[in-house]
């Protein structure tokens, strides 16, 4: 017998990005008193305000809820489209034996977008965009064996698995033109520290790129292919006791292609005199010849004041006039720089797990009506990559493995009308990979990934489903974890800017970004049958506790000091339906209220503190209404 199903979607969505709220999280990051910057409506050269006014003036207090003033940026819109095709073939070859085969084929197109606002603010100091259609497509194909044997004692499930992915993708960083007095830049051409001039007068402004290209733009092309065979068996030792193992291998091929293209700096030149002669290029003698390896191109002189803005002016020569959102520097397209990576990853993952089944004997004078509990280990393996690095180019990651035991208990109660499943574990990572901040050898600010050497997560989880009486159901989840970092070293981003130097940081007591120890949610719903058909109410209540969520290690160090610098308070939503359905089933209508306590919530959010000293903060949707019609034919 041959049985097909297929499935086929397509989606087209367009919106707007959420708005952020900004506040600065610590004064001595480097791109707020730490270097000495001074930005585009700066003019006292003794305290920089424009960059920390910038965010604060998007901060909740100044804007109010869920309102940001993000400037006249056409990029914020967002547009996906996407294809998907899927099928699904099943031969039943005998009684026990079935062939399944799964095709699945995907197609989608993300439009240009500013992908982070990394300065919070309406103007344009640092930002990261996708400025031209990001393209995905995927094809795979997996072949299943299902079967069993010695009188279904032994059921097993073998096949192989093949995927083909290729990624396109144009990103560019903004680090607009900045200023810095001559004094400042004295200090910091000669490793020290730089200090703000004492008066706001300043003496000789210095307005370029002082922190790399002012756009820095990468054409990232990326191809996958993985293969895998696996087989997993569970064979009955006994009645009660069952036995299951399982190991797959996985490889994985990785083809990366990279090409970086910065800014003409002979064209930022021209431009920059043509519209006012007061800049001149920069030829520094003495300290100054050490800054950026002698490199000072794309640096000048004002032949001015800091009281007339001169980082303004300059930033105002480059303004966005083409309407694409990003202000109009030239590309060094004579000057190119082409990486390439081709990596294989393998790694084989074995599984092993033991149940046991209490029979009703064993269960009599109990409360349980069945009980199993089981023991597993796995290990788990993602695959490494090449990570674009600014104008390094490709650097390999190292893959990901993780350990992982678990002990539960899965049992019925109550006359079978309550299930109460109970779980603990540990995962053990190794070479866990994940997000940090650093920059390249031009100066460059970069959110990349890296690993970490080890980390643990230990943790447990409850689901709970229960049928008081007939129509009524109770849900309830809960889960704990525990997660640190046993081993994780990273390099400071001061020092690395300031001087040059790797010095390693240890990061292992951090929190882990983006994970509550705690969540929980209870589901309550109803059914009752009227005349005119079927009346459900439902009443959802969750919760998620602290969560941290900064990328580099004075993130953690604010957010230890003070959760609202770098994290998100605890917080419980409510959400309300009501659904009818007629009797035959096919027409369904739902009125639903979401949040109905109009409750804030940050739910998207980074805090990135070592460098741009910035905690941008995304709020979940308010109180929200509305009606779902659903017609099934």
């Given at each position: 017998?041959?049985?097909?199903?297929?499935?086929?979607?397509?989606?087209?969505?367009?919106?707007?990005?959420?708005?952020?709220?900004?506040?600065?999280?610590?004064?001595?990051?480097?791109?707020?008193?730490?270097?000495?910057?001074?930005?585009?409506?700066?003019?006292?050269?003794?305290?920089?305000?424009?960059?920390?006014?910038?965010?604060?003036?998007?901060?909740?207090?100044?804007?109010?809820?869920?309102?940001?003033?993000?400037?006249?940026?056409?990029?914020l819109e967002q547009d996906f489209q996407s294809v998907l095709f899927g099928s699904t073939a099943t031969w039943e070859l005998t009684e026990n034996y079935l062939l399944k085969a799964i095709l699945g084929v995907r197609r989608a197109e993300e439009g240009p977008i500013q992908t982070a606002d990394n300065d919070g603010g309406p103007m344009d100091y640092n930002e990261a965009y996708n400025?031209?259609?990001?393209?995905?497509?995927?094809?795979?194909?997996?072949?299943?064996l299902n079967g069993s044997a010695l009188n279904n004692r032994l059921n097993f499930t073998t096949g192989l698995f093949a995927a083909a992915e290729r990624?396109?993708?144009?990103?560019t960083l903004l680090t607009n033109l900045i200023g810095l007095d001559a004094t400042s830049l004295s200090q910091l051409a000669s490793g020290q520290n730089p200090t703000r001039p004492a008066s706001p007068l300043g003496t000789t402004p210095v307005v370029g790129a002082l922190t790399g290209d002012p756009l820095l733009q990468s054409d990232f092309e990326l191809d996958n292919a993985t293969y895998a065979a696996f087989l997993q068996a569970s064979y009955d030792l006994t009645e009660a006791l069952q036995l299951t193992l399982g190991v797959r291998y996985t490889q994985e091929v990785r083809k990366s292609g990279l090409t970086v293209i910065g800014t003409d700096l002979n064209d930022l030149t021209t431009r920059l005199q043509a519209a006012d002669p007061r800049y001149v290029p920069l030829t520094p003698p003495g300290p100054?010849?050490?800054?950026?390896?002698?490199?000072?191109?794309?640096?000048?002189?004002?032949?001015?004041?800091?009281?007339?803005?001169?980082?303004?002016?300059?930033?105002?020569?480059?303004?966005?006039?083409?309407?694409?959102?990003?202000?109009?520097?030239?590309?060094?397209?004579?000057?190119?720089?082409?990486?390439?990576?081709?990596?294989t990853f393998s790694q084989v993952t074995p599984m092993l797990s033991l149940s046991y089944v209490f029979d009703e004997y064993q269960l009599e004078n109990t409360p349980f009506e069945a009980l199993t509990t089981y023991f597993t280990y796995s290990d788990g393996f993602k695959s490494g990559f090449s990570e674009p690095r600014g104008v390094e180019g490709l650097a390999r990651i190292e893959p990901e493995e993780v350990a992982n035991l678990e002990l539960g208990f899965k049992m019925d109660l109550l006359d079978r009308r309550m299930r109460l499943n109970i779980a603990t574990y540990n995962m053990d990572y190794r070479n866990m990979q994940l997000v940090t901040v650093s920059n390249d050898s031009a100066g460059n600010l970069i959110v990349v990934f890296t690993n970490a050497g080890e980390a643990t997560i230990r943790g447990s989880e409850m689901e709970l489903s229960w049928l008081p009486?007939?129509?009524?159901?109770?849900s309830l989840n809960y889960s704990n974890n525990n997660y640190f970092y046993s081993e994780f070293?990273?390099?400071?981003?001061k020092e690395l800017a300031l001087r040059g130097n790797a010095v390693p940081v240890d990061r292992s007591g951090e929190p882990f970004p983006a994970a509550p120890e705690e969540s929980a949610s209870l589901g309550l719903q109803m059914t009752f049958p009227t005349d005119i058909g079927l009346i459900t109410p439902r009443l959802d209540i969750s919760y998620k506790g602290d969560v941290f969520f900064g990328l580099d290690a004075t993130s953690a160090e604010v957010y230890r000091d003070d959760e609202r610098n770098a994290g998100a308070n605890e917080y419980v939503l409510v959400d309300l339906r009501l659904t009818w359905m007629n009797d035959a089933g096919d027409w369904r209508v739902t009125a639903y209220g979401t949040n109905i306590l109009d409750k804030r919530y940050i739910n998207s959010t980074v805090a990135v503190t070592d460098s741009i000293g910035t905690f941008n903060q995304g709020y979940g949707d308010p109180r929200v209404y509305g009606v779902d019609v659903t017609w099934s034919f």
């Open positions: 017998t041959l049985t097909v199903e297929n499935l086929l979607f397509f989606g087209d969505s367009s919106g707007v990005m959420t708005n952020t709220n900004c506040n600065i999280t610590r004064d001595d990051a480097l791109f707020v008193d730490g270097l000495a910057l001074l930005w585009a409506g700066d003019t006292d050269a003794s305290q920089g305000r424009a960059f920390r006014e910038n965010c604060e003036s998007n901060s909740r207090e100044q804007q109010g809820d869920l309102t940001a003033d993000k400037g006249p940026n056409p990029m400025n031209e259609p990001s393209i995905r497509k995927s094809y795979s194909l997996e072949l299943q990624n396109t993708e144009t990103f100054l010849a050490a800054l950026s390896g002698g490199q000072t191109k794309g640096l000048y002189t004002f032949a001015g004041s800091w009281l007339e803005d001169p980082v303004g002016i300059a930033s105002n020569v480059f303004r966005d006039q083409d309407g694409d959102g990003i202000p109009d520097y030239k590309m060094d397209w004579a000057n190119t720089s082409r990486f390439d990576a081709d990596e009486f007939a129509g009524a159901v109770v070293e990273d390099t400071d981003l």
